[in-house]
């Protein structure tokens, strides 16, 4: 007649503590382990875990974790940070000008140069674009540079 199989905690290496993994005794009377572990806290199982050092694969995705969150910080930290504006370029509206300039991505660097130009033949212009607001900013360039260019196009052009 058959045994009805049946179900136990395993016993640690002494016997005193239950380990957390379910051990079924079959009719062949052979002793396996079951692959879903039971949820059983006890002080053996945690001390266990807290002496077994991770893996190595375990120790690597540990370790990408946690640089990852710092590369997260970090990222975050420099897109909300502005610029640092030097002493030098605060006090001096042309380099503060050029600063200014060189922020505006939409520019070609052909376009900058120019501007650039226009900003250390003529001072004063260099303070008032560094005065206006961002918008005041666009909208001046955007005329400054047909302005400079039809005086480029009339420079080029020779009078017989």
């Not at 900003?119 to 918008?135: L, V």
Request: proline share 6%.
């Amino acid at each position: 007649m058959p045994s009805t199989p049946s179900c136990f905690l395993a016993s640690s290496a002494g016997g005193s503590a239950p380990l957390s993994v379910l051990t079924s005794v079959s009719r062949s009377a052979k002793r396996r382990v079951s692959s879903t572990p039971l949820v059983v806290e006890s002080e053996t199982s945690s001390r266990k875990c807290a002496c077994q050092p991770l893996s190595v694969t375990a120790q690597a995705q540990k370790d990408g974790s946690e640089t990852m969150k710092e590369l997260t910080v970090l990222i975050k930290d420099f897109l909300q940070t502005p610029p640092q504006v030097t002493s030098a370029a605060s006090s001096d509206p042309l380099a503060h000008a050029i600063i200014l300039l060189s922020e505006h991505k939409t520019l070609t660097e052909d376009d900058q140069l120019k501007i650039a130009d226009y900003f250390a033949r003529d001072k004063a212009q260099a303070t008032i674009f560094a005065n206006f607001p961002e918008t005041t900013r666009a909208a001046w360039l955007e005329k400054t540079l047909c302005k400079l260019k039809s005086n480029m196009i009339h420079d080029d052009v020779v009078i017989v």
